[in-house]
């Protein structure tokens, strides 16, 4: 019978995947991902598609306020920066469209770097105003560009010469088909990314910045330097989300990356678990699939009871504003740490003190 | 010089309604520390009720406006007890989390009784222009600049005189030394939502007064008025005054001066934000706050 999770060496307890269950479970989680696309139809692949572009950048917001403590208003603004320039450079430039995708995130970082400056001097809710001003400034920026309110469109993605809509191997195919190896090997990689990043030096420390900046500092950690670090990966990883929506929609538009987007990923990290890679993605499956559900219920409601249905839209934002409020007066850890709960209930069970 | 004028008379009006909206946010933020991202909904929530009871319910001005201060009041309550008390102690974000849920909250009520078209609010102040000046102004803006300075100047004298006031300046210097001397913190971080309620809702209401009943325009001021509180200082209650004037001047001249195809006076109190925050991140008159570790 188990008591709890003891190592007897250091490799082992330094270990990214620390007990055997761990393993079987992220392997059954892989087999998972490998046939839900050939057993799914087009709404859930859809959906799939989105808990994967959110996870990737709900990651990369976690990155900068979950595990450095800088709290970011301005991830919508961020996210702009990586699907514009993936948009324009295949639109305009002709780029294609595998290499359009790692320079957004380069730019991205530039931009996500710059604003970052004004961290060293602020901290706590005066960045996130300042990252609130970011946001309305780069939105504005796109607004007033010779882009305008107009949709950007980006041009239809080839592979080898076939364009991904027509393509289908065995019968498989379709654009959220091919998009949806893009986005969870880019997701897979992003959290390998991360989950190593935290034990290297530099996420070490990110992750004393966040408990507690003026001791890190004395501790030789140069502050302006690693949260400018923080800026950068945690753009880099934004913008890699934005590029691939730019790329997966076919359209780039402002209004998916307003001041909402922000506060949409802050609640999906909050909901997730903040510092917390999986708790990033555990809040990304729940935040798309809430509203999603809404829809249907509004959608099998609309014949019968259209009255009811005509509230689903209010009631969608309602709901969105009540999860945020009552994770956070109940379990501010999020589900990150519901989950841990659950396990230790019945690894300990039944002795689970 | 007439158009001078006319700007100066215009941005003072919108910067009284800046200035009341921030007498509200820098109340909350000195008395609890508490940044409310949902000022700019309880605008909302006052506008809307007062048009619902003026409009459908056929109530006179007076009475609706009275009920929907009523309402001001037990909404502070509400919702300091429920969502902000048990947020003591926790870190920012969880709090500024906190109220963002509760203005999307608040947002899903409003427009699931009356939507987002705009619409048009019953003016029950007079509407005439009068002229200053060589300049026309509508004399509902003269009166909602009165009305401002009015409950400003009430607001400073219930700070200096009253008990309850001092009660809130001394829990917003120092907490424990205020439980100490005898005073409910619960009860004056309620008082303080209720009073940044009400001022909101006054707000809202002037605002859909002089201008119409826009949802998108009014929720914008809830915006607007991070620019106001930082570069007044976030815990001074002049600074909220002068900053509220300040950024309304600047975005009524900037609007009148730049090309409108621009729209530069939507992100120029942004960019004031951003050098404020560079060159004194305390504001004009906030105090510096040293941190020990």
Same mark, same amino acid.
């Given at each position: 019978m188990?008591?709890g999770? =003891?190592?007897?060496?250091?490799n082992?307890?330094?270990?990214?995947?620390?007990?055997?269950?761990?393993r079987?479970?992220?392997?059954?989680a892989?087999?998972?991902?490998?046939?839900?696309?050939?057993?799914?139809?087009?709404?859930?692949?859809?959906?799939?598609?989105?808990?994967?572009?959110?996870?990737?950048?709900?990651?990369?917001?976690?990155?900068?306020?979950?595990?450095t403590?800088?709290?970011s208003?301005?991830?919508?603004?961020f996210?702009?920066?990586?699907?514009?320039?993936s948009?324009? %450079?295949?639109?305009?430039m002709?780029?294609?469209?595998?290499l359009?995708?790692?320079f957004?995130?380069?730019?991205?970082?530039?931009?996500g770097?710059?604003?970052?400056?004004?961290?060293?001097r602020l901290?706590?809710?005066?960045?996130?105003?300042a990252?609130?001003?970011?946001?309305?400034?780069i939105?504005?920026a796109?607004?007033?560009?010779p882009?305008g309110?107009?949709?950007?469109?980006?041009?239809?993605?080839?592979?080898?010469?076939?364009?991904?809509?027509?393509?289908r191997i065995a019968? =498989?195919?379709?654009?959220?088909?091919?998009?949806?190896?893009?986005?969870?090997l880019?997701?897979g990689g992003v959290?390998?990314?991360?989950?190593? %990043?935290?034990?290297?030096?530099?996420?070490?420390?990110f992750?004393?910045?966040?408990?507690?900046?003026?001791?890190?500092?004395?501790?030789?950690?140069?502050?302006?330097r690693?949260?400018?670090l923080?800026?950068?990966?945690?753009?880099?990883?934004?913008?890699?989300g934005?590029?691939?929506?730019?790329?997966?929609?076919?359209?780039?538009?402002?209004?998916?990356?307003?001041?909402?987007?922000?506060?949409?990923?802050?609640?999906v990290?909050?909901?997730?678990?903040l510092?917390?890679?999986s708790?990033s993605?555990?809040?990304a499956?729940?935040?798309?699939?809430?509203?999603?559900?809404?829809?249907?219920?509004g959608?099998?409601l609309?014949?019968?009871?259209?009255?009811?249905?005509?509230?689903?839209?209010f009631?969608?934002?309602?709901?969105?504003?009540?999860?945020?409020?009552?994770?956070?007066?109940?379990?501010?850890?999020g589900?990150?740490?519901?989950?841990?709960d659950?396990?230790?209930?019945?690894r300990?069970?039944p =002795?689970?003190? | 010089m007439?158009k001078?004028?006319?700007?100066?008379?215009?941005g003072l009006?919108?910067?009284?309604?800046?200035? %009341?909206?921030?007498?509200?946010?820098?109340?909350?933020?000195?008395?609890?520390?508490?940044?409310?991202f949902?000022?700019?909904?309880?605008?909302?929530?006052?506008?809307?009720i007062?048009?619902?009871?003026i409009v459908?319910?056929?109530?006179?001005?007076?009475?609706?406006l009275?009920?929907?201060?009523?309402v001001?009041?037990?909404?502070?309550?509400?919702?300091e007890?429920?969502v902000?008390?048990p947020?003591?102690g926790?870190?920012?974000i969880?709090?500024?989390?906190?109220t963002?849920?509760?203005?999307?909250?608040?947002?899903?009520?409003?427009?699931?009784?009356?939507g987002?078209?705009?619409?048009?609010f019953?003016?029950?102040?007079?509407?005439?222009?009068v002229?200053i000046?060589g300049a026309?102004?509508p004399?509902?803006?003269?009166?909602?600049?009165?009305?401002?300075?009015v409950?400003?100047?009430?607001?400073?004298?219930?700070?200096r005189?009253?008990?309850?006031?001092?009660?809130?300046?001394?829990?917003?210097?120092?907490?424990q030394?205020a439980?100490?001397?005898g005073i409910?913190v619960?009860k004056?971080?309620?008082m303080?939502?209720?009073?940044?309620?009400v001022?909101?809702?006054l707000?809202g209401?002037i605002?859909?007064?002089?201008t119409?009943?826009?949802?998108?325009?009014?929720s914008?001021?809830?915006?607007?008025?991070?620019?106001?509180?930082?570069?007044?200082?976030?815990?001074?209650?002049?600074g909220?005054?002068?900053?509220?004037?300040?950024?309304?001047?600047?975005?009524?001249f900037?609007?009148?001066?730049?090309?409108?195809?621009l729209?530069?006076?939507?992100?120029?109190?942004?960019?004031?934000?951003?050098i404020?925050?560079?060159?004194?991140?305390?504001?004009?008159?906030?105090?510096?706050?040293?941190?020990?570790?």
């Amino acid at each position: 019978m188990e008591s709890g999770i =003891f190592h007897t060496t250091y490799n082992k307890d330094m270990a990214l995947r620390r007990t055997p269950i761990m393993r079987w479970r992220i392997i059954l989680a892989v087999i998972f991902l490998v046939i839900l696309p050939f057993v799914s139809n087009g709404y859930s692949l859809t959906l799939a598609n989105q808990i994967g572009i959110a996870a990737i950048a709900a990651i990369g917001l976690n990155i900068l306020t979950g595990f450095t403590g800088q709290i970011s208003l301005g991830t919508g603004g961020f996210m702009a920066i990586g699907a514009y320039t993936s948009g324009i %450079l295949a639109a305009y430039m002709g780029i294609p469209w595998w290499l359009t995708i790692p320079f957004a995130c380069v730019v991205t970082a530039v931009v996500g770097s710059i604003f970052g400056i004004p961290s060293l001097r602020l901290k706590g809710l005066y960045l996130a105003i300042a990252t609130l001003a970011a946001q309305e400034i780069i939105q504005w920026a796109i607004v007033r560009s010779p882009l305008g309110t107009d949709a950007l469109v980006v041009p239809p993605i080839k592979i080898f010469g076939t364009s991904l809509t027509k393509l289908r191997i065995a019968g =498989f195919g379709g654009i959220d088909f091919w998009f949806y190896w893009i986005i969870f090997l880019s997701l897979g990689g992003v959290i390998l990314f991360t989950v190593n %990043l935290f034990r290297t030096k530099v996420g070490r420390a990110f992750i004393a910045i966040r408990d507690q900046d003026i001791a890190a500092e004395v501790m030789g950690v140069n502050l302006f330097r690693y949260k400018l670090l923080s800026f950068a990966t945690s753009s880099l990883v934004i913008g890699l989300g934005g590029a691939i929506l730019a790329q997966y929609r076919g359209i780039v538009n402002y209004e998916r990356f307003t001041i909402e987007a922000s506060i949409f990923y802050l609640a999906v990290i909050i909901i997730g678990g903040l510092g917390s890679v999986s708790g990033s993605v555990y809040g990304a499956i729940f935040m798309v699939l809430i509203p999603a559900i809404l829809n249907n219920i509004g959608r099998a409601l609309g014949s019968t009871a259209p009255e009811i249905a005509r509230l689903v839209p209010f009631a969608r934002q309602a709901v969105f504003g009540l999860t945020i409020i009552l994770f956070l007066v109940f379990e501010p850890e999020g589900l990150a740490k519901i989950w841990r709960d659950i396990k230790d209930y019945f690894r300990l069970w039944p =002795f689970s003190y | 010089m007439d158009k001078f004028i006319q700007l100066t008379l215009t941005g003072l009006t919108n910067g009284a309604i800046f200035a %009341l909206v921030a007498l509200g946010f820098v109340l909350i933020y000195k008395a609890s520390d508490v940044i409310n991202f949902a000022q700019g909904d309880f605008l909302l929530v006052g506008a809307y009720i007062t048009y619902g009871l003026i409009v459908q319910v056929g109530l006179p001005w007076s009475v609706s406006l009275l009920l929907a201060l009523i309402v001001a009041v037990a909404l502070g309550i509400v919702v300091e007890r429920f969502v902000l008390r048990p947020m003591i102690g926790e870190p920012i974000i969880s709090v500024i989390m906190v109220t963002i849920g509760l203005s999307s909250l608040l947002r899903a009520i409003v427009t699931s009784f009356w939507g987002t078209m705009g619409r048009q609010f019953p003016k029950f102040l007079p509407t005439q222009p009068v002229e200053i000046a060589g300049a026309t102004v509508p004399a509902d803006r003269l009166i909602a600049m009165g009305v401002v300075a009015v409950l400003l100047v009430i607001f400073s004298v219930f700070f200096r005189r009253s008990r309850e006031g001092i009660a809130m300046r001394a829990t917003a210097d120092d907490q424990q030394a205020a439980l100490s001397m005898g005073i409910s913190v619960q009860k004056i971080f309620a008082m303080a939502w209720s009073i940044a309620a009400v001022t909101a809702v006054l707000a809202g209401i002037i605002v859909a007064n002089i201008t119409e009943l826009s949802f998108f325009a009014i929720s914008a001021i809830g915006l607007h008025v991070f620019p106001v509180v930082i570069l007044g200082g976030l815990d001074s209650i002049p600074g909220a005054i002068i900053g509220g004037v300040i950024i309304g001047l600047l975005q009524t001249f900037v609007a009148g001066y730049t090309p409108s195809q621009l729209a530069l006076s939507s992100v120029i109190p942004f960019i004031v934000l951003i050098i404020i925050l560079m060159v004194k991140p305390y504001g004009l008159f906030g105090e510096e706050r040293i941190e020990r570790v």
